[in-house]
């Protein structure tokens, strides 16, 4: 999985700490990846879920989805 660093101010990191608790995400970017669903109104079920395909990889996702 690629993986980068975004910076932003403690009281940012502390207010997607608090989401990440909220949407019961194992990870920030778990939290954020909720949070843009969310804002865009984009059911889980428009990430890769068709009964007849595998699922996407990191790299799959990365290459093909944006958010």
């Known amino acids: ?3 980068t660093t975004v ?3 403690k009281t940012t990191l ?3 700490e608090e989401l990440k608790a909220e ?3 194992k990870s920030l970017d778990e ?3 909720a949070l ?3 804002v865009r109104g984009i059911p ?3 990430f890769g879920a068709h009964p007849e395909m595998k ?3 990191s790299e799959d996702e990365a290459a093909f989805h944006e958010l």
């Open 14 to 16: 502390q207010a997607l």
């Open 31 to 33: 939290a954020i990846r």
């Open 23 to 25: 949407f019961g995400a």
């Open 1 to 3: 999985m690629s993986k």
């Open 36 to 38: 843009i669903r969310k």
């Open 7 to 9: 910076e932003v101010k």
């Open 55 to 57: 699922p996407f990889t």
């Open 44 to 46: 889980k079920s428009k």
